[in-house]
């Protein structure tokens, strides 16, 4: 597994700001030399006291966030509520597991802690002036997870289900605690307007579970320290706002936690104007950050659901405090929605390309539990369901969600059948039919880069695909592991060599210009598609990306699936006028087994049920191919199955060298225990 240290730290040097220079406007550069103005003098100044706040009302008449009592929770399966109640049971018993890294701090938290390297981040210094980007091996989403208070919610909704006091005291303990050692605007956990506002949100639904408990007027609103960092949080928010080449997911996080805590903590004299300025931001950082096809312009997935998540948390608050989006916001949720539905395979698993750090709105279950059917059970709670989408259970969020709203929302027509081509996105998916021998499922990369000019979270991925079995990645995304704390980790994960697609002369095909940055974006165009229930499917693209070579070349891949046959094959068409050095690489799921010889491999796999499966891959025999699995030099063979993992797997890597020519690949599915093992499903 690749390790962190203070030798391969991220850099932070006159290079990336530079480059993060010529990618702003000359508006953004303005409005940044402003900010950073704002944020010098906000360092010097002393915060009042809870006192000198001037709430609206005072303590007898602040109303908390009442728990919906028309909300039936009896209808959460029990085996969700006994998930639940084991992941909170393990917090009492001071364990968590924080983005891979297991917690055995959680009765007493440091909340400056980075449990992956044992420094700290200092708890005495202005926020503003935190460079935790210079990370020196630290990793700080370490720190930012823990304080969204994620798990305060599971809490709050333990205590919902049993009563039992010891969850809500826990919760009491943690509070009172990270309030204490994170003065206002003070520490690490201040320094960015996401972590805010998704805080902003766990307080809110923390506060509403624990309705009913005599403890929680004491600890929220008749509390001077929680009015000082709620009213700061959101006054933060008001005046310090992601912008410019910044506005992605983080700007919805900051508007929707705003939102939020505007409706449910309507205390103080800035709340009216806060909801409304919130609500006005929201909505349009929500359509400007998707496709008009449904899809998160972020060219990341997993960022996709965490927008969805935050579109839907906002909305439900201003249903609830008679403060409605519009009816063009809620058809935007709805196409966000469909657009999730349409793409996951039979397993319930969505495309893994692009950054994804597990960032969640608000947790109402188990952290475990499948984020995307809890994402399509609340939206058939809210909106109801396209009659193509997969069978959905009823949870925490999507009971509480509608108790609140009391009514499913109007909104426009939905697909009649299930998309499969996002144009706008470049997203394609074709796939075979469910059935005893599996579904074989594609996914097509064919769009944007990414979102604004700085791509943030986009990977040099263009014409990469990602292929599953029943569920099963058999050519796979390897993911992100990490954003933070090794640079080489962090610019391998990104690289077209880390992808199922060509690279040549060692180059990427988009440039990086720091780790949340692209200096040179390449640029994809369609050629043709073919998807959705047909024998034939076929898809088609080329990129530009190696064009600034220099012997400029041009990549062209086309993708056939025969159902019938249960074959797949992929085309690579290269055209210049100079040879170039070629790498090709598939990188295979972590469980498969791979057996190569020359340009022939045996694939072996368990399905889910544990049946033995296998495929043949037959390779372009114009390159020379190599197996590496969990190797450093070179940096190869790694999988990362949610940020902060990082586990081997198999890549095969065709090099040799070419001008313009063809490589054919056919990865072929053989009938069940056909050619396989019988070892593996043990």
Aim: proline content about 5%.
């Amino acid at each position: 597994m690749p390790r962190t240290g203070p030798s391969d730290s991220v850099a932070t040097g006159l290079t990336w700001h530079l480059h993060r220079l010529r990618r702003m406007s000359p508006a953004e550069v303005r409005w940044r030399l402003e900010d950073r103005a704002r944020q010098a003098l906000w360092s010097r100044r002393q915060f009042p006291a809870p006192d000198d706040l001037r709430p609206n009302g005072t303590p007898e008449v602040r109303q908390p966030p009442a728990f919906p009592s028309n909300a039936d929770l009896v209808t959460v399966g029990e085996g969700a509520r006994r998930a639940l109640l084991a992941a909170a049971d393990e917090l009492l018993a001071g364990r968590a597991d924080i983005l891979g890294a297991v917690r055995a701090d959680m009765d007493e938290p440091d909340w400056s802690l980075d449990p992956t390297s044992g420094t700290r981040f200092p708890e005495d210094r202005s926020a503003f002036r935190i460079d935790y980007r210079s990370t020196e091996g630290r990793n700080v989403k370490h720190v930012w997870e823990l304080s969204r208070h994620h798990h305060l919610t599971v809490l709050a909704c333990a205590w919902r289900f049993t009563r039992d006091e010891r969850y809500a005291s826990m919760i009491d303990a943690h509070l009172r605690s990270w309030w204490s050692h994170n003065p206002v605007l003070t520490g690490v956990n201040w320094s960015t307007g996401i972590e805010l506002g998704i805080r902003l949100i766990s307080w809110v639904w923390t506060r509403r579970l624990l309705d009913g408990w005599d403890g929680a007027p004491p600890l929220f609103e008749e509390n001077g320290e929680a009015l000082r960092h709620i009213y700061w949080h959101q006054r933060s928010l008001a005046t310090f706002q992601s912008r410019g080449s910044s506005a992605n997911n983080h700007v919805i996080a900051e508007a929707a936690g705003q939102l939020v805590a505007s409706c449910a903590f309507p205390w103080f004299q800035q709340s009216g104007r806060w909801r409304i300025d919130a609500a006005r931001l929201l909505e349009a950082a929500l359509s400007r950050n998707t496709f008009v096809d449904g899809v998160n312009r972020e060219q990341a997935f997993e960022y996709h659901a965490l927008v969805a998540e935050l579109g839907l948390v906002a909305a439900v608050e201003a249903e609830a405090a008679d403060a409605p989006l519009s009816r063009t916001t809620w058809d935007l949720l709805a196409r966000m929605l469909d657009a999730a539905a349409a793409v996951l395979d039979q397993s319930g698993r969505a495309p893994r390309h692009g950054d994804a750090d597990d960032g969640r709105a608000l947790v109402l279950a188990a952290p475990e539990v499948d984020r995307w059917r809890s994402l399509l059970a609340t939206g058939e709670a809210l909106l109801g369901r396209a009659s193509w989408w997969p069978p959905t259970d009823p949870d925490v969020q999507s009971v509480t969600f509608a108790a609140m709203v009391g009514r499913q929302v109007d909104i426009g027509p939905r697909p009649l059948e299930r998309p499969s081509h996002f144009p706008e996105a470049g997203l394609t998916v074709l796939r075979s039919a469910r059935g005893e021998d599996g579904e074989i499922w594609c996914r097509c990369d064919g769009g944007p880069h990414g979102h604004l000019s700085i791509a943030a979270h986009a990977h040099a991925d263009a014409l990469s695909v990602e292929v599953r079995h029943g569920g099963t990645d058999i050519f796979a995304d390897p993911g992100t592991y990490c954003y933070f704390g090794s640079r080489r980790s962090r610019e391998y994960f990104r690289s077209t060599l880390a992808h199922n697609t060509i690279e040549l002369d060692g180059q990427s095909q988009s440039v990086a210009g720091g780790p949340f940055l692209w200096s040179c974006q390449a640029h994809t165009m369609l050629r043709e598609v073919d998807a959705g229930e047909g024998r034939l499917q076929r898809w088609s693209a080329q990129h530009d990306g190696y064009r600034r070579l220099a012997f400029p070349a041009l990549h062209r891949r086309t993708v056939t699936l025969d159902t019938t046959g249960r074959t797949l094959g992929i085309l690579d068409e290269l055209v210049s006028d100079g040879d170039h050095r070629v790498r090709l690489a598939f990188h295979l799921g972590p469980s498969v087994e791979v057996h190569l010889m020359e340009n022939q491999a045996l694939l072996r796999w368990a399905d889910g049920g544990g049946r033995p499966r296998s495929a043949t891959l037959t390779l372009s025999a114009v390159l020379q191919w190599t197996s590496h699995r969990g190797s450093r030099d070179p940096f190869l063979g790694w999988y990362s199955p949610r940020l902060g993992q990082c586990i081997p797997t198999t890549t095969l890597i065709g090099s040799g060298t070419i001008a313009s020519g063809v490589l054919r690949t056919r990865l072929a599915f053989l009938p069940c225990a056909a050619g396989a093992d019988s070892s593996l499903a043990s």
